[in-house]
């Protein structure tokens, strides 16, 4: 597993003015099954994903526990073009440390991975315009790699969402992305006042939520749930 962190470029998708934007380093080795898995308080069953082959449901499939991050048989794939939208509630409030991506083979492989934190309900139209939380280069890594993340800027988390806004084709061989597997680690705490993640749930996208800019167009688009 690479390990990616902070670090300053120029151009090819990597010096933007908006959020924060990272680089990468590789072969840094990943300890075997992280203690600080936030994998038991992401709510699996609310993961949505937009303009998701199989619906908005299908973004829970990349969801899995630290023994299954290896499976290729199972992934998330786009469907009208080379965006995807993944939101991420959690049944906690999170301070979040890193996010492991095993992401598809060369065609498929998103270019890049923009996060956002606490932006519930988030649809391409926002994720294309607004500013990021932290902002990533896609590691060419076919284990996947970890992204360190700036941790003051990822406390009391709720929900996440990470928008793969094209692949590194871009348009000139595959016209899809795929991600196998997202996993996330730091540390958690109830939320306040016994408050569950319903609060989530409520903002999330709902079955009328599509892949906007498509549609837009009248191109006809996949409906979630």
């Not at 120029?10 to 590789?26: A, I, K, L, R």
């Not at 072969?27 to 619906?55: R, W």
């Not at 994720?127 to 993340?149: H, I, K, L, M, N």
Request: aromatic share 8%; proline share 4%; with cysteine.
């Amino acid at each position: 597993m690479s390990c990616a962190h902070e670090a300053g470029h120029d151009h090819h998708g990597h010096g933007h003015d908006h959020g924060d934007h990272e680089g990468h380093d590789h072969d840094v080795p990943m300890e075997a099954g992280p203690a600080d898995s936030l994998y038991k308080v992401i709510d699996t069953e609310h993961v949505v994903a937009l303009n998701a082959q199989g619906g908005a449901e299908r973004g829970r499939v990349v969801i899995k526990d630290w023994a299954s991050r290896e499976d290729e048989t199972i992934w998330l794939e786009s469907e009208l073009d080379d965006s995807l939208l993944l939101q991420i509630p959690f049944t906690a409030s999170v301070s979040l440390r890193s996010i492991t991506l095993k992401a598809g083979q060369e065609g498929f492989r998103p270019s890049e991975m923009r996060v956002f934190a606490n932006a519930a309900g988030l649809d391409f139209s926002d994720a294309e315009s607004g500013t990021p939380t932290q902002q990533f280069d896609v590691v060419e890594a076919r284990e996947g790699a970890e992204y360190q993340v700036k941790a003051a800027k990822f406390s009391s988390v709720t929900s996440l969402a990470l928008f793969f806004p094209h692949n590194e084709s871009e348009g000139e061989d595959e016209e899809t992305t795929r991600v196998y597997y997202v996993g996330l680690r730091g540390s958690w705490k109830p939320l306040p006042n016994k408050l569950d993640a319903s609060i989530v749930y409520e903002s999330a996208p709902r079955p009328v939520d599509h892949k906007n800019k498509i549609s837009d167009m009248g191109a006809a688009s996949r409906q979630g749930f």
